[in-house]
Nanobody, 126 residues
């Protein structure tokens, strides 16, 4: 379990958009809950969205209304569409999963996940 590979990071100006991808080479995404986290330098890792096996999502307030999530199940890929990017969105972004179907109340805690990708850097400039 846990062959997660993120891609799509880069540099973008404030107000712009990026789409991140998380390839799940172990094919867990269509069965288990998955999440995106981010970590800025000197800050704790922050859970920003979780999607469960039914496709239901829960977002952190910091990204609600700007970020969206989608899945390409046949290609085992989870996407994070990020719009209206702000300077504060600068961080390394990670996807994560664990062997459960639902996000649950603790979905935004990094301790709830045992499987992580290597991360992809997003830099937002003014």
């Amino acid at each position: 379990q846990g062959g997660l590979v993120e891609s799509g990071g880069g540099s973008v100006q404030a107000g712009g958009s990026l789409r991140l991808s998380c390839l799940d080479s172990d094919y867990t995404s269509e069965r288990y809950a998955m999440a995106w986290f981010r970590q800025a330098p000197g800050k704790k890792r922050e859970g920003i969205v979780c999607v469960d096996r039914d496709g239901d999502t829960v977002f952190a307030d910091s990204v609600k209304g700007r970020f969206s999530i989608s899945q390409d199940v046949p290609n085992h890929t989870l996407y994070l569409q990020m719009n209206s990017l702000k300077l504060d969105d600068t961080a390394t972004y990670y996807c994560a999963t664990d062997l459960r179907f639902w996000c649950g109340g603790g979905w935004s805690s990094e301790r709830a996940y045992n499987y992580w990708g290597q991360g992809t850097q997003v830099t937002v400039s003014s």
